[in-house]
Each structure stands twice: as structure tokens, then as C-alpha cells.
């Protein structure tokens, strides 16, 4: 992972590229040290929080690869949208796909461990036991695409061009940064103002560009002359908004490191762009395109079939995982005056009937989500346990009282559509927050004014889900109007909290981390992923305390159970539902290896094509 990357729902797998375009990946972890470089410090090759690393020092190759798979040939996927920028790190526009591929971490994880890191630009780092400061030291072999040497200078152009004209959450995440200096060539080294555990490892996740390159130009602005990058992967061709082709570089410095090793097996990946998802799909079972990952549940189970699914030319696979599951919702923005009151927000979760929805629209396929730790031990289930309580007392006259007394549980109906005792529950609700319902209307008590809001979405596959509670809402007398727009229109106005609700989620917690604080603490009101406006006493106080825990397993699992309860018991977001297991479909040329990375389905990571099986395929349109 880099840190450009978070993943949101499971209906749609767009979501994570258009919401979260810019989020810091800011893992925790604790080094294993190789050897002590002085009383007071560790030098290590590796970087971890909870466990000892799954991969010892020497080790070769990850598990879930074949060190010896095949490199070449060409594979094509899909996008929907369009693209006019290769910047990943501006603060506008539209980024092509494999624009997150240019650049190179310090670090890389592994995709079967979590907040592991091991050598990738840094081949080792020292860092002190009081966690107020670290020391990359540079591979002296690594190198930008144009073969200069990525230095220490790098390393700290990098930072400071982030902080000065990237994305507003890297400062404000960084904020506890006192000083970046290169000690000399190879070494950088960065000081805290305070002791920062998780700050020290997410340091290690920095996307790596030259200094050469980019001190002439605007890293704010989009750019539409492809950059100079520090990783394998270059973008050889395009045209603007419709396609773009990426290019593995055969004389990349790093591909035979332990980390990159049977990895990245094909020469060129290209991206061609659809308006609508479903010519995409038609334009996949064609053969326009080689992969595609379905999280539309009908299309699943109806729509693919045909003659190259009969022949085998085509394959549908269902893997199941334990995969952490995100928190795919709409989200209420509590900053409008009509989502501030907590029993209306509670209200109107009633409308959305999810066993009628399931069983109509989803070929009950899916499982509603209750948690925001959903498939973790983390999860709050039961009443909270003593440990709990200890960590909520503090706050305990700040938060909901059904925390200590009630579990969490979404609204559940029979499937029948009739839902006349869930929007009685909702009616009284209303009435107890002020609101009555005259001549067919709900409006407020004191003022008069109707209950009317907007969702707004992007998808028309989620506009067809948010019909049913749209009806559901109408039979309350609340209009909700429908706001469907394009995917630039829909970053700005969430830029912009320019919404009163929005069809979206929130990452998949694996566990609870420092992140949560740009999700939920009242100092990130402005950042893109609080986005639900909370600004919450409580809840800050709680992630403040998983941010000072993050090297205890104990407390951490205390205080994210505790948050848990807090946050479902606040009723921020209508929660939606998830499905653990891969839908994938692919023609039928490719190879994998016998073992599935973890938390990844594999692909196009670690598989490379199959010769013969390519061979017996009709010529389709998929070269580059």
C-alpha cells in the first residue's frame, strides 16, 4: 500500500477512487532490530507494530508470488470517467489510472501482513527506542527513472513539497514533524516534536519524487506531461480522458529486491475509459478488456452469461475472505442544521428496509454492516466489558446511555416491503426532536419548514438503491431529493461540504490506528475524510487516546470496541452492507500463483499469462 491508497464500499468499486483521492496511509508499527546502532536507538530492515514479521531477514521472495513467473505480454482494464492529469498529489483534476504507480515508497508492506515494511528505497532504518526520531538510510543502488541517484535530498524536497503544496490532511496529519535534514547522501533524518510511534512508521510510506524534476514546476497544479517517477512503472501512451497505457520498466533498479520479486509481470497495462458502467460490462464480456470485479450483485447473478462463459473463454470466480469490510453508507454531514439532532438521524435509518432490498435487488447476497471494525476483533458486540467502561468513564456524561446499556443493531424488517413499525419507530423519533407531520408533510414544529434534503451520488447503480428508501421516506411525509452528478462535480462539492447526505463509507479499519483521527477528530472538520462533520467531544477524546496506544494490543482492542459503540450509537451514517468474498471475472490466459496474498485478491499484481492458454483464445482487442 502507498499513500494514496484506502478502500471504501463494497456496491461500488469506484467509491475508493473518487472519494479518497489523496489519503495518507499512516500505519503504525515498532522495528525488530537487527543491530543496535547505539544505547538508545535500533537499526532494523523491518517495521512493525503487534507481531514479528512473518518474513525473517534474508528472506527472498513474498509467499504469495512465484519468483519465476513469466514477465511479458500486454493485459487491457477499465476505467469509468475520464482523466486529465497525471499529478497524483494536485489539488485538482482528474488523475489517470496508474498515476499512484510512478512513484516509489521508503518501505513496502507485504499484502498478507498488516503494517509490516521492509526495504524497498531505504534498505534499513535506525530510529530511536523513545520514538522522537528515525533515520532512513538510502539504497546507494536506487535510482529515479532517469537513472540519477535518489538521495537524502530527495527525501526531504519530497516532505517538504507535500507539506508546503500537497493535499491540506498531509500537513495537518505531519504537523508533529519538527525537522527533516540529510545527514549526508544516503541518510535522512527525521525529528519529532514528541514521541510519535505510528508518525515514525508512516514516514516510511512516502511516495519518493525528484528534486531534479519537480523544483521547477507546480506540484499543486495537474499535470498533463508525464512525470518523472522513482518506481518501475511509466505511462508510454495515452490520450487524453479516453486511454492510457502503462509501461513496466525492464531496467527498473529495484525488481529483483526481496519485496518486488515475482511481482509486476506484465510489460504494459492499459486503462481505456467508459462513460457508463454498463457498456463496461458489456464491453468486458466482448472482450474489450481482460479483468473486471463486480460489486453490483445484480449484474453478478444476471448478467454474466453468454457463449464465452459457456466455453470457458470467460471465468466467474467467488473467493471468500476475512478481509476487514468498510463502513459503506450514506453519510449524514451533521454540519446541516436538519442532521444535528441525533434522534432525526436515528429516525430516518428506519426508511431503508435492507431484508426487502436484499432479497429483491441483491439476490440476498450481501450482510448488513453494523460496525465500523466489521470482520475484526475490534467489532463491539454484547455490552461493553469492564475494560471498556475504564476508557469511557472519562467521557461517560458525553456520550449516548444505550452505549452501556444496548447493542448495536441496524433496524431489521421481515422482507415483506411493509415496514409500518419501523416508521412508527421513526415517527416517534420525530416527534420527540420537534417534528410533526401536517397536511401530509413533515415540518418542524416551531418554524413550519418541511423536512427536505438531498443525497448526493455519482453512480447511477447507487441511485437505484437509494429509490426504495426515497419511497420509504415519502410515506413519512420527508422529501429526499436524488442529486446525481459527474465525478468531478462530486469531488468538489464534497471538497466543499457542499452536501446535506452522500452515498459513500469509510475505510476498512483492520484496526484501530492513528488515522481514525483524520476520519473523526474535530481538529480534521475540513479534511475530505471527516465527511461526516462530526465534531464530537467524546470521540475525540477517544481517538486521541488510540492514537497515544498504538503499541498496545490490550488498550487498542479496549479503546476501539469503545469507539465502536460511540460512533454506532451516534447514528452518523445510514449503514449499507458488505460481502465478504472477491466476485471476479477474466478471460481465460491467465496463470496465479497456488497462494492468495491475505488481504488482496492477487491481481494484476502477482499473475503473468499463460502462453497456451492465450494462445487458444480468439484475437480480441486487447493488446496495446
Same mark, same amino acid.
Given at each position: 500500500?502507498?499513500?494514496?491508497?484506502?478502500?471504501?464500499?463494497?456496491?461500488?468499486?469506484?467509491?475508493?477512487?473518487?472519494?479518497?483521492?489523496?489519503?495518507?496511509?499512516?500505519?503504525?508499527?515498532?522495528?525488530?532490530?537487527?543491530?543496535?546502532?547505539?544505547?538508545?536507538?535500533?537499526?532494523?530492515?523491518?517495521?512493525?507494530?503487534?507481531?514479528?514479521?512473518?518474513?525473517?531477514?534474508?528472506?527472498?521472495?513474498?509467499?504469495?508470488?512465484?519468483?519465476?513467473?513469466?514477465?511479458?505480454?500486454?493485459?487491457? @482494464?477499465?476505467?469509468?470517467?475520464?482523466?486529465?492529469?497525471?499529478?497524483?498529489?494536485?489539488?485538482?483534476?482528474?488523475?489517470?489510472?496508474?498515476?499512484?504507480?510512478?512513484?516509489?515508497?521508503?518501505?513496502?508492506?507485504?499484502?498478507?501482513?498488516?503494517?509490516?515494511?521492509?526495504?524497498?528505497?531505504?534498505?534499513?532504518?535506525?530510529?530511536?527506542?523513545? %520514538?522522537?526520531?528515525?533515520?532512513?538510510? *538510502?539504497?546507494?543502488?536506487?535510482?529515479?527513472?532517469?537513472?540519477?541517484?535518489?538521495?537524502?535530498?530527495?527525501?526531504?524536497? &519530497?516532505?517538504?513539497?507535500?507539506?508546503?503544496?500537497?493535499?491540506?490532511?498531509?500537513? $495537518?496529519?505531519?504537523?508533529?514533524?519538527?525537522?527533516?535534514?540529510?545527514?549526508?547522501?544516503?541518510?535522512?533524518?527525521?525529528?519529532?516534536?514528541?514521541?510519535?510511534?505510528?508518525?515514525?512508521?508512516?514516514?516510511?510510506?512516502?511516495?519518493?519524487?525528484?528534486? %531534479?524534476?519537480?523544483?521547477?514546476?507546480?506540484?499543486?497544479?495537474?499535470?498533463?506531461?508525464?512525470?518523472?517517477?522513482?518506481?518501475?512503472?511509466?505511462?508510454? $501512451?495515452?490520450?487524453?480522458?479516453?486511454?492510457?497505457?502503462?509501461?513496466?520498466?525492464?531496467?527498473?533498479?529495484?525488481?529483483?529486491?526481496?519485496?518486488?520479486?515475482?511481482?509486476?509481470?506484465?510489460?504494459?497495462?492499459?486503462?481505456?475509459?467508459?462513460?457508463?458502467?454498463?457498456?463496461?460490462?458489456?464491453?468486458?464480456?466482448?472482450?474489450?478488456f481482460d479483468f473486471r470485479s463486480e460489486n453490483v450483485a445484480t449484474q453478478w447473478a444476471t448478467l454474466y452469461t453468454g457463449d464465452n462463459f459457456d466455453k470457458k473463454m470467460v471465468l466467474k470466480e467467488e473467493i471468500p475472505h476475512e478481509i476487514p469490510q468498510a463502513m459503506q453508507a @450514506?453519510?449524514?454531514?451533521?454540519?446541516?442544521?436538519?442532521?444535528?439532532?441525533?434522534?432525526?438521524?436515528?429516525?430516518?435509518?428506519?426508511?431503508?428496509?435492507?431484508?426487502?432490498?436484499?432479497?429483491?435487488?441483491?439476490?440476498?447476497?450481501? &450482510?448488513?454492516?453494523?460496525?465500523?471494525?466489521?470482520?475484526?476483533?475490534?467489532?463491539?458486540?454484547?455490552?461493553?466489558?469492564?475494560?471498556?467502561?475504564?476508557?469511557?468513564?472519562?467521557?461517560?456524561?458525553?456520550?449516548?446511555?444505550?452505549?452501556?446499556? %444496548?447493542?448495536?443493531?441496524?433496524?431489521?424488517?421481515?422482507?415483506?416491503?411493509?415496514?409500518?413499525?419501523?416508521?412508527?419507530?421513526?415517527?416517534?423519533?420525530?416527534?420527540?426532536?420537534?417534528?410533526? *407531520?401536517?397536511?401530509?408533510?413533515?415540518?418542524?414544529?416551531?418554524?413550519?419548514?418541511?423536512?427536505?434534503?438531498?443525497?448526493?451520488?455519482?453512480?447511477?447503480?447507487?441511485?437505484?438503491? &437509494?429509490?426504495?428508501?426515497?419511497?420509504?421516506?415519502?410515506?413519512?411525509?420527508?422529501?429526499?431529493?436524488?442529486?446525481?452528478?459527474?465525478?468531478?462535480?462530486?469531488?468538489?462539492? @464534497?471538497?466543499?461540504?457542499?452536501?446535506?447526505?452522500?452515498?459513500?463509507?469509510?475505510?476498512?479499519?483492520?484496526?484501530? $490506528?492513528?488515522?481514525?483521527?483524520?476520519?473523526?477528530?474535530?481538529?480534521?472538520?475540513?479534511?475530505?475524510?471527516?465527511?461526516?462533520?462530526?465534531?464530537?467531544?467524546?470521540?475525540?477524546?477517544?481517538?486521541?487516546?488510540?492514537?497515544?496506544?498504538?503499541?498496545?494490543?490490550?488498550?487498542?482492542?479496549?479503546?476501539?470496541?469503545?469507539?465502536?459503540?460511540?460512533?454506532?450509537?451516534?447514528?452518523?451514517?445510514?449503514?449499507?452492507? %458488505?460481502?465478504?468474498?472477491?466476485?471476479?471475472?477474466?478471460?481465460?490466459?491467465?496463470?496465479?500463483?497456488?497462494?492468495?496474498?491475505?488481504?488482496?485478491?492477487?491481481?494484476?499484481?502477482?499473475?503473468?499469462?499463460?502462453?497456451?492458454?492465450?494462445?487458444?483464445?480468439?484475437?480480441?482487442?486487447?493488446?496495446?
Open positions: 500500500m502507498n499513500v494514496a491508497d484506502f478502500t471504501l464500499g463494497q456496491e461500488e468499486c469506484t467509491v475508493k477512487k473518487i472519494i479518497i483521492l489523496f489519503i495518507i496511509l499512516a500505519l503504525t508499527g515498532i522495528g525488530f532490530s537487527v543491530a543496535p546502532a547505539e544505547e538508545g536507538s535500533i537499526v532494523s530492515t523491518r517495521f512493525s507494530l503487534r507481531d514479528t514479521p512473518k518474513y525473517k531477514e534474508g528472506f527472498t521472495h513474498f509467499d504469495y508470488v512465484n519468483p519465476d513467473a513469466p514477465k511479458g505480454g500486454s493485459i487491457t @482494464l477499465s476505467s469509468t470517467g475520464t482523466f486529465d492529469s497525471f499529478n497524483r498529489y494536485s489539488q485538482r483534476g482528474d488523475v489517470a489510472e496508474g498515476s499512484d504507480d510512478l512513484y516509489d515508497t521508503l518501505m513496502k508492506g507485504s499484502d498478507d501482513e498488516i503494517d509490516v515494511l521492509y526495504p524497498l528505497i531505504a534498505e534499513k532504518l535506525e530510529y530511536a527506542k523513545d %520514538h522522537t526520531w528515525i533515520i532512513f538510510y *538510502i539504497d546507494k543502488r536506487a535510482v529515479f527513472q532517469d537513472k540519477k541517484p535518489i538521495t537524502a535530498d530527495d527525501v526531504v524536497f &519530497t516532505f517538504h513539497t507535500f507539506m508546503e503544496k500537497g493535499v491540506p490532511h498531509f500537513k $495537518s496529519y505531519y504537523k508533529d514533524v519538527a525537522k527533516v535534514e540529510a545527514l549526508d547522501s544516503q541518510r535522512v533524518k527525521f525529528t519529532l516534536k514528541l514521541p510519535r510511534i505510528d508518525l515514525l512508521h508512516s514516514l516510511a510510506g512516502l511516495n519518493i519524487i525528484p528534486k %531534479h524534476y519537480w523544483e521547477k514546476k507546480d506540484f499543486s497544479e495537474p499535470a498533463t506531461e508525464v512525470p518523472l517517477g522513482s518506481s518501475g512503472f511509466t505511462i508510454d $501512451s495515452f490520450k487524453m480522458g479516453q486511454y492510457v497505457v502503462i509501461k513496466r520498466l525492464k531496467d527498473y533498479w529495484a525488481k529483483d529486491l526481496p519485496v518486488n520479486k515475482g511481482r509486476h509481470n506484465f510489460d504494459f497495462i492499459r486503462y481505456d475509459y467508459y462513460k457508463d458502467e454498463a457498456v463496461t460490462l458489456e464491453a468486458f464480456k466482448a472482450g474489450e @450514506l453519510i449524514y454531514n451533521t454540519q446541516r442544521e436538519v442532521f444535528k439532532d441525533i434522534r432525526v438521524r436515528e429516525a430516518l435509518i428506519y426508511a431503508m428496509d435492507f431484508e426487502w432490498m436484499n432479497q429483491h435487488l441483491f439476490y440476498n447476497q450481501y &450482510t448488513r454492516t453494523r460496525s465500523y471494525f466489521q470482520n475484526t476483533e475490534y467489532e463491539a458486540k454484547g455490552l461493553p466489558s469492564k475494560e471498556e467502561i475504564a476508557c469511557l468513564d472519562p467521557v461517560k456524561d458525553k456520550i449516548p446511555p444505550r452505549v452501556y446499556t %444496548h447493542e448495536y443493531k441496524p433496524p431489521v424488517t421481515d422482507g415483506s416491503g411493509n415496514i409500518r413499525p419501523q416508521l412508527r419507530e421513526a415517527l416517534a423519533l420525530l416527534k420527540e426532536a420537534g417534528w410533526e *407531520i401536517k397536511d401530509k408533510k413533515m415540518v418542524h414544529k416551531t418554524s413550519g419548514k418541511p423536512m427536505e434534503f438531498e443525497v448526493l451520488l455519482y453512480s447511477p447503480t447507487m441511485e437505484r438503491i &437509494t429509490i426504495p428508501v426515497q419511497d420509504n421516506l415519502k410515506k413519512l411525509g420527508i422529501t429526499l431529493n436524488i442529486r446525481r452528478v459527474d465525478t468531478t462535480q462530486f469531488i468538489n462539492r @464534497l471538497r466543499e461540504r457542499d452536501f446535506d447526505m452522500v452515498s459513500g463509507g469509510y475505510s476498512a479499519n483492520a484496526f484501530p $490506528s492513528s488515522n481514525l483521527k483524520v476520519a473523526w477528530h474535530s481538529g480534521y472538520l475540513d479534511s475530505t475524510y471527516n465527511t461526516a462533520g462530526v465534531t464530537d467531544p467524546a470521540i475525540d477524546y477517544l481517538v486521541e487516546k488510540i492514537d497515544q496506544h498504538q503499541t498496545d494490543k490490550a488498550a487498542l482492542l479496549s479503546y476501539g470496541r469503545a469507539l465502536d459503540r460511540v460512533l454506532q450509537w451516534n447514528f452518523f451514517v445510514v449503514p449499507e452492507w %458488505h460481502l465478504s468474498k472477491f466476485r471476479i471475472a477474466y478471460w481465460n490466459r491467465f496463470e496465479r500463483p497456488a497462494v492468495r496474498p491475505k488481504y488482496s485478491v492477487g491481481f494484476p499484481d502477482t499473475w503473468w499469462i499463460d502462453k497456451d492458454k492465450d494462445d487458444k483464445l480468439p484475437k480480441r482487442n486487447t493488446s496495446k
